[in-house]
């Protein structure tokens, strides 16, 4: 079993930065290929970016791509997402979530293949 917890969340202003980081417990270490999801009011919940076991593979949204950074430090079993250049669009929920049947360089896009979620932080943009 493993448990995530999301932290770093927050009310910023547009253009500012955020980075949240998403703690495993136990020795999920490099075992679990990793992802960042957010969920907006009144909207679905949607892939925000993935890292996979290595940490070699990383995969962005459109809506994020070159904003956005997802990396981890598998010794402190933690994942990262560094938000830079926020917009009011990316107010939302954030989760992380932690799959542990990928392969060591794959990426896991589905919300239906994590098997492990956290209980979300929230990131407030402000324009």
């Known amino acids: 079993q493993v448990q995530l917890v999301e932290s770093g969340g927050g009310l910023v202003q547009a253009g500012d930065s955020l980075r949240l980081s998403c703690a495993a417990s136990?020795?999920?270490?490099?075992?679990?290929?990793m992802g960042w999801f957010r969920q907006a009011p009144g909207k679905e919940r949607e892939f925000v970016a993935a890292?996979?076991?290595?940490?070699?593979?990383?995969s962005y949204a459109d809506s994020v791509k070159g904003r956005f950074i997802i990396s981890r430090d598998n010794a402190k079993n933690t994942v990262y997402l560094q938000m830079n250049s926020l917009k009011p669009e990316d107010t939302a929920v954030y989760y992380c979530?932690?799959?542990?049947?990928?392969?060591?360089?794959?990426?896991?896009?589905?919300?239906?293949?994590?098997?492990?979620w956290g209980q979300g932080t929230q990131v407030t943009v402000s324009s």
């Open positions: 890292i996979s076991r290595s940490g070699v593979s990383t």
């Open positions: 979530a932690a799959d542990r049947t990928s392969g060591w360089h794959s990426i896991v896009y589905g919300e239906d293949e994590y098997d492990y």
């Open positions: 136990g020795r999920a270490g490099s075992s679990h290929a």
